[in-house]
């Protein structure tokens, strides 16, 4: 007959330590097995495309859906090899990434944070995706951010244009390619003075959230250095639909120009709503009432159709830009899909290549050391112009395009014509600006 | 001064909408029994009539233009609308500008035969189970009628215009002594309260001066009673769904021009639109006209940047504020009657 020696101390310290291993996350134990999260070890390589496929940027989450696979099947080899072909940096062979061949999965963040960080977070726990991008909201791209940073992943965000996204809560393992609030009002505002002088009174319409804080307060500061008055600021709610009763105080409020912080749906109606209201028509202060919208997609004036005409904003790219790179990807784009891809799909496209070069010529999928490739990193040939990811806070430095609704279209895309491109050192801040002080990079995390 | 009148004439444009909507929202709760949450997504698809008979008139053939190029370079192709081919150019323009106009006929059978469908088909399997189960089933099936949708006509907002000639604003400051401009109403918002006031009429007289209406109005006081005298109440608290949902889809068609439509507008609407009912009183039909305008006027004054001032946020809360005042004050809403969802 056999003794077991169970003491019911002993039971519970087993079952403690047990206990504890089941509950660790995966997501902070695979770095005893491997070298860093998600470190790939068989032939292929997953990517995580985290993007709105459901709610009311769905429209923009398909398009960057549509570039990242283009990327894809670039990446891979296949197609006609897109910006590949005229991206300055040659480390990209066609041969997918470091030989091993490009996967990807898909998640919904229905533009909501939490949904996304669930989608992100599945995709690193049960996919293994290496790297993380999307979102199609800022607040989404900063929570899908401090989530990578928590994970050990690189984070390379897609359209967020808010400041803290390389302000405030900036981090290490995070990248953005698309321009942000501040480029907006400095590359505007030299077009806004020679168009409408210097003695004009602004009022504010802004979505109520961290984007439309960050733009109405950059787009106010460029403005006023320009001498003008800043009226009033009024923050809507993002669920807003109907804006007559914020748009009918502005017609006596004194204001010649109403400058609309808003972005898709809210901007769609706001602008709709001002143009129903005769604001284009009126004269005040002697002076032609102007409207300008500071963050402009064409898929948004597609939705605002011809109340967009004339009126000024920027934009990240135009698939109308003329130089070599832009017309590879719009024709490498519309052949595979029948239409021009829009600044969302345009910036997704290289931040996956730009990922995709930054391991090979760092030879790691290691997010530490991606991001030393990253970091500093200058370039050409993406569309923009030179352009340099600045290691300070991982933001690209680029050109900003000035654009205005088209007067004639000839066609359902030629809806934005570019009327100025601001060169990049015009809206280069310093790192320690204001408006983007209060966090801090830290230290990269490979998990 | 000026501004006062500028939010009262919001308020009672926004409350038109609200109370086109809670008066078919009414109409189906008084006869039915059902609180329909899919309401609001008849009003959408109302909407996307307007925008389904826009498309339609765009309905385009394509010649290749030589002279011009698309955006991969190759030659143009222009489209032309069979409609301008068929009638003329300046015709077939006058026609697609109407389209808007021209949808409130297109969509009247349209939404008359989705009430029967969604009545027949599923909400009649409901009128026994509890308001919850009712609320669910009815939620789903507006979800899921926003994702067709959406599938069909995608998430990004569609502008549909209203006709030229509807373009533009009245200037009432004129009109009241002030300074030209100091007022001035778009023409297409006054078009709105005037359709929504002449359906809302034709409702109720409808309801009060016909012998359909009579048989309605006494199976809403005891349906048992009417049943009993041998009328086929069913049969009518059947049509009186379609014609709910055809007042929620005009509601959606004239709204077009206003903002324009998409998938999640019906959405937008339902909340407050349910918030009009409970505030006038379930089942009171006056009550949901009058709590529709009382609230769009009050939620307008509540977005003046010197109310504002006064208590942050308030334009976000203020109805569900009155709400709450008006229903702790008057628990049965401002024209409930005693024994509407009561034991």
């Known amino acids: ?447 | 001064m000026d501004a006062i009148i500028l939010q009262i004439l919001n308020g009672l444009d926004k409350g038109s909408a609200y109370a086109l909507i809670a008066l078919g929202l009414t109409l189906i709760f008084g006869t039915l029994g059902v609180v329909n949450f899919a309401h609001g997504a008849l009003f959408m698809i109302g909407a996307f009539c307007a925008v389904t008979l826009s498309k339609i008139l765009n309905l385009s053939f394509e010649t290749v233009d030589p002279t011009q190029t698309d955006f991969l370079g190759n030659p143009l192709k222009v489209k032309t609308p069979y409609v301008m081919e068929w009638f003329g150019a300046e015709t077939g323009a006058a026609i697609i500008d109407w389209a808007v106009p021209l949808a409130i006929l297109f969509s009247i059978p349209i939404m008359i035969g989705i009430g029967f469908i969604m009545e027949r088909g599923l909400i009649k399997h409901f009128y026994k189970r509890e308001h919850a189960d009712q609320i669910l089933v009815t939620f789903g099936l507006a979800i899921v009628l926003q994702e067709v949708v959406k599938y069909f006509f995608g998430a990004n907002p569609i502008p549909t215009g209203a006709p030229d000639v509807f373009k533009g604003s009245f200037d009432f400051g004129v009109m009241l002594g002030f300074d030209p401009n100091a007022i001035i109403y778009p023409y297409w918002r006054l078009v709105y309260f005037a359709f929504s006031a002449i359906i809302i009429g034709g409702v109720f007289a409808f309801l009060q001066f016909t012998t359909f209406g009579m048989v309605v109005r006494a199976g809403m006081a005891d349906r048992e009673t009417v049943g009993l005298l041998g009328i086929n109440i069913d049969k009518r608290f059947t049509i009186m769904f379609g014609i709910a949902a055809a007042v929620a889809g005009l509601a959606g068609v004239m709204y077009a021009p206003i903002n324009s439509p998409n998938y999640h507008m019906g959405m937008d609407f339902l909340v407050l639109s349910f918030v009009v009912v409970v505030v006038g009183g379930m089942g009171s039909l006056p009550g949901a006209v009058l709590a529709g305008f009382l609230l769009g006027v009050l939620e307008s004054f509540a977005s003046m940047n010197e109310i504002k001032s006064l208590i942050p946020g308030i334009d976000q809360i203020i109805i569900y504020v009155v709400a709450i005042i008006i229903l702790l004050t008057r628990p049965r809403g401002l024209m409930g009657r005693k024994g509407v969802m009561e034991e």
């Open chain 1, 1 to 447: 007959m056999s003794k077991t020696n169970m003491t019911r101390r002993g039971v519970l310290k087993t079952g403690a330590v047990a206990s504890a291993g089941v509950a660790l996350p995966t997501i902070f134990t695979a770095s005893s097995a491997a070298a860093y999260t998600n470190e790939p070890t068989g032939p292929n390589v997953t990517l995580g495309f985290n993007v709105p496929q459901t709610g009311p940027y769905a429209d923009e989450g398909a398009d960057e859906l549509r570039a990242y696979e283009l990327a894809v099947e670039h990446l891979n080899g296949g197609g006609d090899g897109g910006m590949m072909n005229t991206f300055s940096s040659k480390a990209l062979q066609g041969n997918g990434i470091m030989g091993k061949k490009v996967d990807f999965v898909t998640g919904d963040t229905q533009t909501k944070s939490d949904a996304a960080r669930a989608s992100a977070k599945s995709m690193i726990e049960k996919d293994g995706a290496v790297m993380i991008t999307g979102g199609s909201s800022s607040g989404v791209a900063i929570a899908v951010q401090g989530l990578c940073q928590e994970a050990g992943v690189i984070f390379m965000a897609g359209l967020t244009h808010s400041n803290d996204t390389t302000g405030k809560d900036k981090k290490a393992n995070g990248f953005r390619h698309f321009f942000n609030g501040y480029m907006s009002g400095a590359a505007l505002a030299p077009v806004l003075k020679n168009l409408y002088g210097t003695d004009r009174n602004a009022y504010h319409l802004t979505a109520d959230y961290t984007w439309g804080w960050t733009q109405e307060e950059s787009i106010a500061a460029a403005t006023e250095a320009l001498g003008w008055n800043t009226v009033n600021k009024v923050r809507t709610p993002l669920a807003a639909t109907d804006f007559s009763s914020y748009i009918a105080p502005v017609l006596n409020s004194g204001a010649d120009v109403l400058v609309l912080n808003h972005y898709g749906g809210n901007m769609v109606n706001s602008l709709t709503n001002a143009v129903q209201f005769g604001l284009r028509e009126k004269i005040v202060n002697g002076k032609q009432f102007e409207i300008v919208v500071p963050l402009y997609s064409r898929l948004m004036a597609k939705g605002a159709g011809e109340n967009v005409k004339g009126i000024h904003g920027s934009t990240n790219w135009h698939w109308s830009l003329q130089d070599d790179a832009s017309k590879a990807f719009v024709k490498s784009f519309g052949t595979k899909y029948g239409f021009p891809p829009s600044q969302a799909a345009h910036t997704v496209y290289c931040q996956t290549l730009l990922y995709a070069d930054a391991c090979e010529r760092a030879g790691t999928h290691n997010p530490c050391g991606v991001a030393e490739a990253l970091e500093g990193f200058e370039f050409d040939g993406l569309g923009n112009g030179k352009t340099l990811y600045r290691a300070e806070d991982h933001q690209c430095f680029k050109d900003v395009l000035v654009v205005r609704g088209k007067e004639n279209p000839t066609s359902e895309f030629d809806l934005l014509e570019v009327v100025e491109v601001t060169p990049a050192s015009q809206v280069t801040y310093a790192p320690d600006h204001p408006m983007f002080a209060g966090g801090a990079l830290g230290t990269c995390n490979a998990g």
